[in-house]
């Protein structure tokens, strides 16, 4: 029997493999060898709370507290996948300046900033629409997130929309921040043109003191996505040992799709790296991911495995197996 940890909404979770051939493969990965414990803590921060700095700052942020958050304006408006008219986005700006506070500049970004997080295609494209019927066309910022915003739904814009969007910032600008390149990368890495996203992350790593993480997530996924598992695991090692405490779970589904989408005699051979990975870093895997790791043990045709899942006892920090 074989112990992967992994982890659901509330609580740890243990997936059982057992085989009735367990072979090298387990043996290999000594999964079986590690201890079933795990150590559950919870931090609170209560110091200074009740300081008078403390109260002195609370009372500073309620009086200043008389408009909404930023974006919260938007909430409503992006709940929907009705796509504003030009008028209408003009009546909404005015709106949003005069009862949020909201600088002229700043609105379109915002906005977008909200489509893109929302992954509301319909009124982001209606929104880029009108920012480039201004005088002044949208901002790098409002493109760079309408470039995210793409990406993140293929079903409604194609990859060729997604690049003509990248080209409309590669000839418009040359200088980007790090949260620009962020987005940037994202994009790419949502098309086969992923690679083009490595000078970016160069030109970071030369001005940043670490690289944000969410980068190396994208390049793993974009690599084990098109086949290059050597490179996606490399970003992987780069992501675990720069932000030890990062969710890898996207990237961990893209390497085993791209295991199985790969040949079949070396599939043994890439999921025993996968589960090295998984045990030389401590992974908490998501239960998506051990579903997908339960299913390609129990569909190999030369033994018979079955995989179970078990809930952790009371005890804290000991494992049900």
Known sequence: ??????????????????????????????????????????????????????????????????????????????????????????????????????????FESQAMLACAELRNYPLGRSLMNWAQNNSRGPNLVTLAKYFRLCSDCPDECPEETVLEVYEQIRKRHSAFDVLTVTDIVHGLCRTSLWRESLPYVQSISVTCDRVPPVIYGDLAAAAFAHGDQQFGRTQLDHLVSHHSNCNVDGSLLKWLHSIRMGDESEQEQMVHRLLCFVRDNATLVSRTVAEEIKNWFEGRKDEEWIGTFTSNTPEIGRAHV
Not at 5 to 32: E, I, P, W
């Open 1 to 106: 029997m074989a112990t992967l940890y992994c982890r659901s909404v509330f609580a740890f979770k243990v997936l059982q493999l057992r085989s009735s051939a367990f072979k090298h493969l387990m043996d290999r990965t000594n999964l079986g060898d590690r201890e079933s414990g795990l150590r559950i803590s919870r931090h609170c921060c209560h110091s200074g709370a009740k300081t008078k700095r403390w109260r002195d700052l609370k009372a500073l942020g309620d009086k200043t507290r008389s408009k909404r958050p930023a974006y919260s304006w938007f909430s409503e408006i992006c709940s929907t996948e009705k796509a504003l008219s030009w008028a209408e986005w003009d009546e909404l700006r005015n709106r949003v300046e005069r009862d949020w506070s909201v600088p002229r500049g700043n």
